[in-house]
């Protein structure tokens, strides 16, 4: 069963917002969450991302936070970012950095969220690193895009974001945004959305898939492919090699705790691979997104809450 299982999906994006279910999760907390989070602070993080590193991975820091309710809240995550960055400069570690526009106050005021957001990126630019914007759901969908085109304007390019090949609008935003250079993350999407504006069946998500990652290969953009999906990480290995292009044109991308065993085998055969990794307290959301896209993550969980009880 996979992202397709809109019955699965459904469910559990659903159950997630229940306060008994959210009491349960919470109550198991750390201990269960701990298998997709690199830990609560900033030196645990590091010190994983640096374990990632010997193994040829790279990583994209993600300082878990969103859907925030006071534009305070938005300039704390403003500030932690600032450090990470730093952090990751002090340690000389291999990685760059995540963000949620709506951690930075985008659904409460778009222009602090901007602000906020380019402070950020200037962090970055001083330190050679970049930042993605991840995408959240269809509300912040145009306005994440523009945010990221303005940047690029101001000559803030060490910014990128990330287009889901779930989303019709998808095919419309791609060349545009491949001819303004900016860099992407591809993925399939893992907000629940509805079937006015996304592909449901996981045939039509992994053909739009396709699409969009064969189109930034041949305009020669660099690209990230963030997949678990042997499918799609074989189809991109053959396309690549029939094609002539480099290793080096592109990168995988896969998330914490899911599996580390083939990240480290794509290092070892050449791709450039990094992993997504969250830390924080705020873990409760990403948690539940996890558990939602696949059956297999809420077995291993559920195997981990037994062995605990135990
Ligand atoms: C680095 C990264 C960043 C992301 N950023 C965003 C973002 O900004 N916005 C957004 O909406 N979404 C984001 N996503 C999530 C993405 O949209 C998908 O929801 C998520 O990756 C699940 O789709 P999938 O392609 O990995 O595989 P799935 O559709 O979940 O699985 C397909 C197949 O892959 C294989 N597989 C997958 N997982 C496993 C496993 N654990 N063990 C064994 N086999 C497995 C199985 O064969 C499975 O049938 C991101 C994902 C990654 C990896």
């Given at each position: 069963?996979?992202?397709g299982?809109?019955?699965y999906?459904?469910?559990?994006?659903?159950v997630?917002?229940?306060?008994?279910?959210e009491?349960?999760?919470?109550?198991?907390?750390?201990?269960?969450?701990?298998?997709?989070?690199?830990g609560?602070t900033l030196?645990?993080?590091?010190n994983?991302?640096?374990?990632?590193?010997?193994?040829?991975?790279?990583?994209?820091?993600d300082?878990?936070g969103?859907?925030?309710?006071?534009?305070?809240?938005?300039?704390?995550?403003?500030?932690?970012?600032?450090?990470l960055i730093e952090?990751?400069?002090?340690?000389?570690?291999?990685?760059?950095v995540?963000l949620?526009?709506?951690?930075?106050?985008?659904?409460l005021?778009?222009?602090?969220?901007y602000?906020?957001?380019?402070?950020?990126v200037k962090?970055?630019?001083?330190r050679?690193?970049?930042v993605?914007?991840d995408?959240?759901?269809t509300p912040?969908?145009?306005?994440?895009?523009?945010?990221?085109?303005?940047?690029?304007?101001?000559?803030?390019?060490?910014?990128?974001t990330?287009l889901?090949?779930?989303?019709?609008?998808?095919?419309?935003d791609?060349?545009g945004?491949l001819?303004?250079?900016v860099?992407?993350r591809?993925?399939?999407?893992a907000?629940k959305?509805?079937?006015d504006?996304?592909?449901?069946?996981?045939?039509?998500i992994?053909?739009?898939?396709?699409g969009?990652?064969?189109?930034?290969?041949?305009?020669?953009?660099?690209?990230?492919?963030?997949?678990?999906?042997d499918?799609?990480i074989?189809?991109?290995?053959?396309?690549?090699?029939?094609?002539?292009?480099?290793?080096?044109a592109?990168e995988?991308?896969m998330?914490?705790?899911?599996?580390?065993?083939?990240?480290a085998?794509?290092?070892?055969?050449g791709?450039?691979?990094?992993c997504y990794v969250?830390?924080?307290?705020?873990?409760?959301?990403?948690?539940t997104?996890?558990?939602?896209?696949?059956?297999?993550n809420?077995?291993?969980?559920l195997?981990?809450?037994?062995?605990?009880?135990?």
């Amino acid at each position: 069963m996979g992202i397709g299982s809109k019955w699965y999906r459904k469910s559990l994006l659903t159950v997630a917002g229940i306060p008994l279910v959210e009491k349960l999760s919470t109550s198991y907390g750390k201990r269960l969450a701990r298998r997709f989070i690199a830990g609560e602070t900033l030196d645990e993080a590091l010190n994983e991302v640096e374990a990632l590193n010997r193994l040829g991975i790279m990583a994209t820091l993600d300082h878990l936070g969103e859907g925030i309710r006071r534009l305070d809240e938005a300039a704390a995550y403003r500030d932690q970012y600032v450090k990470l960055i730093e952090g990751i400069a002090e340690r000389k570690v291999r990685s760059n950095v995540s963000l949620k526009p709506t951690q930075m106050g985008l659904a409460l005021n778009p222009a602090v969220c901007y602000s906020n957001i380019r402070d950020v990126v200037k962090q970055a630019r001083g330190r050679r690193n970049f930042v993605r914007i991840d995408m959240e759901n269809t509300p912040y969908t145009q306005a994440t895009l523009d945010l990221v085109r303005r940047l690029h304007k101001e000559g803030l390019t060490n910014v990128g974001t990330v287009l889901q090949a779930y989303l019709f609008r998808t095919a419309q935003d791609a060349p545009g945004l491949l001819r303004e250079g900016v860099n992407l993350r591809l993925v399939k999407g893992a907000y629940k959305e509805s079937e006015d504006v996304a592909f449901q069946k996981t045939s039509e998500i992994k053909d739009s898939f396709k699409g969009i990652i064969k189109l930034h290969l041949e305009r020669g953009a660099y690209t990230a492919v963030a997949t678990h999906d042997d499918e799609i990480i074989n189809w991109v290995k053959t396309y690549v090699r029939t094609k002539g292009i480099p290793k080096r044109a592109f990168e995988f991308q896969m998330l914490y705790g899911l599996r580390m065993n083939v990240q480290a085998r794509l290092a070892k055969e050449g791709y450039r691979i990094r992993c997504y990794v969250p830390y924080g307290v705020m873990w409760y959301p990403y948690f539940t997104r996890r558990l939602a896209e696949k059956p297999a993550n809420l077995m291993m969980v559920l195997k981990h809450m037994s062995a605990l009880k135990r």
